[in-house]
């Protein structure tokens, strides 16, 4: 029944849709829980929590929604002239130009086209966590496609190639320039590199708790295909792995935050850190030019790591039919338990969500996308 389904928080009346959205995913699935937070001009439309696993203050791991909290540092970068989506990865890298890669432009390499989606070997945890050890593999590495023919996503690897990319333009890891300069000053709840200090918020990520309907969709999908399998196979934590082998349970994951899949936080800290990605935002982290540069579509068909239509700018995801969970001007990223953090110009809105346990069938919470367009439809009139 509904009333027995905690539901706690503030939302604006002009929302009402949203809250039977998320009871409705309450009752339909066993165990949900989630964090949502809306923005929009600077204060919260809407923030909630549903079920009995998330606090409001809660943060927990969100796997690849941390590539678009990561491209926030990339997008000061530029605005400061210290970066340019135009200029080839090899002026400021210059090992990266073996192997045929000497004319890859920063932007192909954001928008997964660069064609290093897998180290070419099975390497350390450690070297996913130094990811200066990676970046030394990638530079010297032969790309699978050439540079500019295809795109595929870069799930682990492009958070190694942006940490280098920050070292490189900026002198210092991502994690304290993120911390420095992005996190701390808009006291925003969300880390790449989490304090020990906050370890009693984290909640635990938990795995899909799939149905016997969605299992045996699961089993029946494609198998084979060598890249799509080791695209987040070919790192080996043996002993280091928590006993459920969900990485930021991994208390070093978190310290080291992986640009790629390791950062954690709330909705609220997704919301509060896309809303000064927003025209007008007073504590603006760039220009509403440098963002649109950024959202700019580079990458758009099917995707030749998952085999799935992808619409990618500069690292953000974009709005697609597969995903259609903003305006034409909207940019953010999903994560594999279910995530999705964006900011949207053509509303005015930034946007987290949190899901626990893990969501079928992966990637963005078909839940959270119903609610985003919900929130389009009604902000955009």
């Given at each position: ?46 923030d909630v929590v549903v079920g009995d696993r998330l606090e409001r203050d809660s943060v927990t791991g969100v ?59 099975v390497v350390p945890l450690a070297e996913l966590l130094d990811s200066r050890l990676g970046a030394a593999r ?216 949190i899901p626990v346990p893990m969501q079928y069938p992966g990637g963005a919470d078909p839940v959270a996308v ?12």
């Amino acid at each position: 029944m509904t009333h027995d389904i905690r539901f706690e928080g503030d939302l604006d009346p002009a929302l009402a849709e949203v809250r039977e959205l998320l009871l409705e995913a309450a009752r339909e699935r066993q165990g949900y829980g989630a964090q949502l937070c809306i923005m929009r001009d600077g204060r919260p439309l809407v923030d909630v929590v549903v079920g009995d696993r998330l606090e409001r203050d809660s943060v927990t791991g969100v796997y690849s929604t941390t590539k678009g909290v990561a491209a926030l540092t990339v997008a000061r970068l530029i605005d400061e002239e210290r970066l340019s989506l135009d200029q080839r990865v090899a002026d400021l890298w210059p090992e990266f130009a073996a192997a045929g890669k000497d004319q890859v432009t920063v932007g192909q390499l954001l928008s997964h086209q660069v064609g290093l989606p897998v180290i070419d070997r099975v390497v350390p945890l450690a070297e996913l966590l130094d990811s200066r050890l990676g970046a030394a593999r990638l530079a010297s590495q032969r790309p699978l496609w050439v540079p500019g023919s295809a795109f595929g996503y870069h799930g682990i690897t492009i958070g190694i190639l942006i940490e280098e990319l920050v070292r490189r333009a900026d002198g210092r890891e991502l994690r304290d320039a993120h911390e420095q300069d992005i996190r701390a000053p808009r006291d925003a709840d969300f880390y790449i590199g989490m304090p020990a200090s906050e370890d009693h918020r984290y909640v635990p990520v938990a795995p899909m708790e799939p149905t016997d309907e969605q299992r045996e969709e699961i089993a029946s999908r494609p198998q084979g295909d060598p890249l799509s399998s080791l695209m987040f196979g070919n790192f080996e934590a043996g002993a280091e792995w928590d006993e459920d082998g969900i990485i930021t349970n991994n208390p070093a994951v978190r310290r080291a935050g992986p640009a790629g899949i390791g950062g954690t936080g709330s909705a609220r800290g997704l919301a509060r850190l896309y809303a000064s990605a927003l025209p007008g935002a007073q504590d603006a982290i760039a220009s509403p030019e440098t963002f649109a540069a950024m959202r700019q579509m580079r990458s758009w068909g099917t995707d030749r790591s998952l085999g799935i239509t992808n619409a990618f700018g500069a690292v953000f995801m974009l709005p697609q039919p597969r995903m259609p969970f903003g305006t034409l001007e909207a940019f953010g990223h999903d994560g594999g338990g279910g995530a999705l953090a964006f900011a949207d110009p053509g509303t005015g809105v930034s946007f987290g969500y949190i899901p626990v346990p893990m969501q079928y069938p992966g990637g963005a919470d078909p839940v959270a996308v119903r609610i985003a367009r919900t929130v389009r439809d009604v902000l955009a009139g």
